[in-house]
């Protein structure tokens, strides 16, 4: 079992940022690596960045190229999420969610993830 946390979250205006982090803890040595979702009301759950937990591979939506940055402290378990340049369309719940086996399509996709994190609520006022 992996547990996540999120934090950091909350209400910014366009053109801010906010750093979100994830804490992982329980299995995290079979962690293989993790990633960011978020979801708007009323759409599906969609992938944002991820990277891998033992490399260097990071991996973003287009959307959010140049203005996101994902990095990982694998000595704190963590995960973060840079978001700069925000725009009130990445208004959203964001999840963190690590993968531990090799199922699913690594690493866009939500079958490729096995545990997730409760959410945190990220809004952008225009």
């Known amino acids: 079992q992996v547990q996540l946390v999120e934090s950091g979250g909350g209400l910014v205006q366009a053109g801010g940022s906010l750093r979100l982090s994830c804490a992982a803890s329980?299995?995290?040595?079979?962690?293989?690596?993790m990633g960011w979702f978020r979801q708007a009301p009323g759409k599906e759950r969609e992938f944002v960045a991820a990277?891998?937990?033992?490399?260097?591979?990071?991996y973003y939506e287009d959307s959010v190229k140049g203005r996101f940055t994902i990095s990982r402290d694998n000595a704190k378990n963590t995960v973060y999420l840079q978001m700069n340049s925000l725009k009130p369309e990445d208004t959203a719940v964001y999840y963190c969610?690590?993968?531990?086996?090799?199922?699913?399509?690594?690493?866009?996709?939500?079958?490729?993830?096995?545990?997730w994190g409760q959410g945190t609520q990220v809004t952008v006022s225009s």
């Open positions: 990277t891998s937990w033992r490399g260097a591979s990071t």
């Open positions: 969610a690590v993968r531990t086996s090799y199922g699913g399509n690594w690493p866009r996709s939500r079958d490729a993830y096995d545990y």
């Open positions: 329980g299995r995290t040595f079979s962690t293989y690596g």
